[in-house]
């Protein structure tokens, strides 16, 4: 049951540790790269373009945050990297491979040990408890230390005393945080987030920016995160902004992506 859902996306996927089979990424291949990447949907009888031919290269170690306003594409974006929507046109490179083409399995795979992501939507299991939720993909792993590592992580989005709760028992903002600590459980090579404090007070918030900063710092972690929180944009060593579909500017702050894995 547990594989089945993992497979079917239930789950953003968990990574592990220790390096994957394929091939990882040098100073010089992009983490992440998008050639001419197109997605269109029909609409009323007619094709609507949500992404128009973006081009871009995310270095290994880089903070890539993704702003705009609704509708202009930041979350399909972010879906298409992850391997979980196909490109109507184009490419996505993940170290250089593409995986735009690749089948469901060897994406759930590839996700499992390469990308964790954070949905607007928690996505988190009802019949789980929240402990229960970020211990699953650490168990899937066969972490040691698992129970524990769980609880520090809950307790560091400030939901210590609260793991024994179901989602349904928690508010939006605490759900997202249990989201949050479960993407963080199996420190992931790149990890996307689709509005990570949009739900959170500031102070949760404020948190949050600390372990995601912890996260790319310690472990070269690859972060893109869709956001329109300024405080999230302003860690970023770049900031995208897209509007109807393209890419209108790309800003640059002076920092240096951290070392990658």
Do not use: C, W
């Not at 929507?85 to 735009?100: A, F, Q, T, Y």
């Not at 939901?159 to 945080?177: I, K």
């Amino acid at each position: 049951m547990i594989a089945e859902f993992a497979r079917r996306r239930v789950l953003p996927s968990p990574l592990v540790r220790t390096a994957p089979a394929a091939v990882e990424s040098d100073v010089t291949t992009p983490r992440l790269e998008t050639r001419q990447l197109t997605k269109r949907l029909p609409s009323g009888g007619r094709e609507l373009t949500i992404l128009d031919r973006i081009e871009l290269a995310i270095a290994p170690g880089e903070l890539v945050a993704i702003l705009g306003p609704s509708g202009s594409g930041k979350s399909t974006l972010l879906g298409l990297l992850a391997g979980l929507d196909r490109p109507s046109e184009g490419e996505v490179r993940l170290d250089g491979r593409p995986i735009h083409d690749l089948g469901e399995d060897a994406l759930a795979l590839l996700r499992r040990e390469k990308i964790g992501f954070v949905f607007q939507s928690f996505q988190l299991l009802g019949n789980l408890t929240a402990l229960e939720n970020v211990l699953l993909p650490l168990e899937l792993l066969g972490r040691d230390r698992a129970e524990e590592r769980a609880a520090d992580l809950l307790a560091a989005v400030g939901l210590g005393e609260r793991g024994h709760h179901y989602p349904v028992q928690l508010s939006g903002g605490e759900q997202q945080r249990v989201a949050l600590a479960r993407a963080f459980a199996a420190e992931p090579p790149i990890l996307l987030a689709d509005e990570p404090t949009g739900n959170l007070d500031s102070a949760t918030g404020a948190r949050v920016l600390e372990l995601l900063a912890e996260l790319q710092r310690r472990h070269g972690t690859t972060l893109v995160l869709v956001t329109h929180d300024p405080a999230v944009a302003a860690l970023a060593t770049r900031r995208i902004l897209l509007r109807d579909g393209r890419v209108e500017r790309v800003e640059s702050s002076a920092a240096s992506p951290a070392p990658s894995r």
